[in-house]
């Protein structure tokens, strides 16, 4: 499959992806855009074909990461990670809202996954992190979303 | 395998596993817990594919064909300034190239008949004298095989670039300097020199031969 035709296959959810890193569509746009432009150049040099699908999420994540100036955020110790509805009174949410509310180490696991279809150790590599971190990561994206999208009457039953 | 375990792995996402699914079999509370959690992914996965703006898909892949275009151009233009392109097409009738030409219009589509080889060994058998990925740079590969030609075995590719398509013989065994060229009833064909082995461009534009050439040898 030749770069062109990569990029038709994988645009939309590269955007999501990006979408997702930056919680603004503007700004993926850019992201995807300037990653592509990188990823054609590097194109000629990746050697594992099969492999060019995460190779792209994981240039538009470095994009991403580029463009806001930093290296990539030291692993979080996940004590420290506080989930939306444990500092916040949310709840009934939909669900797109119970997204934007996760914090970014939560919500950037769970698009790889979901978005991207990548496996534990996929997804711990491409974000720098252990598998074990990746899937209590996941666990508790999920866990909090549930929280999240709950309906008041039921939350009040719960607490 | 019990409720809690079961429980746990499906939060993480990472599918049903047999022993879970025997579980969930015979426990009627995971088997309401799996049926929520479809929902619950279902939703996760509508929320997340957010709506991308019209034709972006598009817009990016035509983004790539205008940078192979400038890349092409770009090539040639070297070759301009470098002071060796310009081919003289009708100067030198050179066998080898003639003989490109004859195969493009003679074997090309019993060739393509024959079946493709499968990309990995096209790879590895192109490595040594033209990399599958600067080939993949210049155009879209259509078809790579094995062939016989000049007393050896080459290999057929086809490949389609922004101007229309080019056939290449990439030919390992053979060993030349600089570059031949030749033109036979609307057929144009370049062979050029590679670090180990050369290349033959053939196809019915000049002026794209020269830039593929040019292409493949920057």
Known sequence: MGFEDLVRSHAADLFRYAYWLARD??????????????????????????????????????????????????????????????????????????LLALPA???????????????????????????????????????ALRRLCEPRDRKAGRT | MNCLDYRRQLLTGTGETDAMRVHRQQCAGCATEWAEHAAFEEALGEAMRVPVPPGFAERMAHAQVARRRKFLAAAATTLVAA???????????????????????????????????????????????????????VGQVRHIAPCPFNG????????????????????????????????????????????????GIIGSDAEVVSSVAGALRS
Not at chain 1, 54 to 82: H, K, M, Q, T
Not at chain 1, 115 to 126: K, Q, R, T, V
Not at chain 2, 167 to 177: D, H, W
């Open chain 1, 25 to 98: 569509r503007a700004q993926a746009e850019d992201v995807v855009q300037e990653a592509l432009l990188r990823g054609w150049r590097a194109f000629p040099r990746l050697r594992e074909r099969a492999a060019a699908k995460s190779w792209l999420f994981a240039i538009v994540r470095n994009e991403y990461l580029r463009a806001l100036g930093a290296a990539a955020p030291a692993a979080e110790s996940l004590d420290g990670v506080e989930i939306a509805d444990e500092r916040q009174e949310l709840f009934g949410l939909e669900m797109r809202d119970a």
């Open chain 1, 105 to 143: 180490s939560y919500a950037e696991p769970l698009a790889l996954q979901v978005l991207g279809g990548f496996s534990c150790a996929e997804i711990a590599a491409m974000i720098g992190a252990s598998e074990g971190a990746t899937m209590t990561r996941l666990t508790r994206a999920r866990q």
């Open chain 2, 83 to 137: 002071g060796v392109g310009g081919y003289a097409w009708l100067a030198r009738q050179d066998p080898l190239a003639m003989a490109c030409i004859d195969f493009v219009m003679k074997e090309e589509a019993k060739s393509i008949m024959m079946g493709a080889m499968p990309r990995s060994e096209a790879a590895l058998a192109l490595a040594g004298t033209l990399p599958l990925g600067l080939v993949e740079r």
């Open chain 2, 152 to 199: 050896q075995t080459a290999y057929h590719v086809v490949l389609a670039v922004p101007q229309g398509k080019v056939t290449l013989l990439v030919m390992p065994s053979t060993r030349m300097s600089g570059k031949r060229r030749a033109a036979k009833e609307g057929m144009y064909a370049a062979v050029v020199a590679m670090t180990s082995g050369s290349v």
